[in-house]
């Protein structure tokens, strides 16, 4: 057994993936191994260091919190259903189902745009009929 | 089963029952009283999946919109701590999944507190760095293993990649790490 297969395990060593023999032979490794053994401990450092930046708090930037509670005063209330969150949900979902479309030029457009700019059209389109037929309906007059 | 190195996170007391259901029957206010109290652990999350602050906001408010809506199905068998932290996470990862990311001018984040003890030689300021130049596959999944302890096949789920992937992206994030550091502190 050479450094690089111990060299390998490494990482699953200080992820706890090795059974218990592994780990023995391991060990039997690093106690008469300082390349191994060094190796470990860089690693280990990283981890470390990694763990310890995870309780760090990041300081948001001011006016955070009140541009969320703006943005939440637009929506509905939470839990009530409308036809824009519905919409919205379905939109999102096809997002993540059909992810985006290319664009000539390299450049990519979400599927739930396209859709949601269809969906908007359309509307419009309804709208202006209705208004029409209305105006129709009112000539007589 | 909240993640290892959630401990900090965990000990921010969670709102009270009432402030809940005031927050999620719409009560603005008392939904931004919640926002004071989590965004630093929100923000954090965000930015630490995302590597800049403008992705970092933009995904940090996701996650609060997305908690938002979600409230009046929050249940209490999990702390609420704990569920926001997993939304903040989902919603950074779908964020950078999802967005294209802004270059942005190196920037060191703004740490609420004292100088973090990170080890030997080792800066936030060059940690943070040596993250943010970590390619998204390797940075968000060694993200999520190392700096928040979380399962690899959590992980696998959060990132949708296929779980042996997943490991050789953190085994590949931690090596990347550990040389940019070391040769970092001999320059
Ligand atoms: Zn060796």
């Not at chain 1, 060593?13 to 023995?24: F, K, P, R, S, T």
């Not at chain 1, 009530?80 to 664009?103: F, M, N, W, Y």
């Not at chain 2, 800066?123 to 399962?151: H, K």
């Amino acid at each position: 057994m050479d450094c690089s297969y111990f060299g390998s395990r490494l990482n699953l060593y200080v992820d706890g993936e090795l059974g218990y023999l592994e780990v023995a032979e391991l060990q039997g490794h690093l106690s008469f191994c300082p390349d191994c053994a060094a190796e470990l401990a860089r690693l280990s450092e990283v981890r470390g260091a990694l763990a310890a930046w995870g309780e760090v708090e990041l300081a948001p930037p001011p006016g955070f919190a009140e541009r969320i509670a703006a943005a939440a005063a637009q929506e509905a209330r939470p839990g009530q259903a409308t036809v824009g969150r519905v919409v919205g949900g379905a939109l999102e979902a096809l997002d993540d189902a059909l992810g985006r479309i290319p664009l000539p030029g390299g450049r990519t457009v979400p599927v739930k745009n396209v859709l949601g700019y269809g969906i908007a059209a359309t509307a419009v389109i309804i709208q202006v009929e209705r208004f029409l037929r209305r105006t129709r309906e009112l000539k007589p007059l | 089963m909240p993640p290892s190195n959630f401990n900090k996170w965990a000990t921010l007391p969670d709102p009270t029952p009432a402030e809940l259901a005031r927050a999620a029957a719409g009560d603005v206010e008392a939904f931004k009283t919640i926002v004071e109290r989590y965004k630093g652990m929100v923000y954090s999350v965000a930015y630490n999946v995302l590597g800049n602050h403008t992705d970092a906001e933009d995904a940090a408010q996701e996650a609060f919109l997305r908690c938002y809506r979600k409230l009046p199905q929050y249940r209490s068998e999990a702390a609420f701590s704990t569920w926001l932290f997993r939304l903040a996470l989902t919603a950074s990862v779908d964020y950078q999944r999802r967005e294209r990311r802004r270059p942005e001018p190196v920037e060191a984040p703004d740490i609420a507190g004292d100088e973090p003890e990170l080890g030997d030689g080792i800066s936030a300021a060059m940690l943070t760095a040596a993250l943010r130049d970590l390619p998204d596959d390797y940075r968000v999944p060694t993200v999520l293993r190392d700096i928040y302890g979380l399962p690899y096949q959590e992980i696998a789920d959060i990132t949708a990649r296929p779980l042996g992937t997943v490991k050789v992206m953190v085994h590949r994030g931690r090596a990347s790490l550990r040389l940019r550091l070391q040769a970092e502190r001999e320059s």
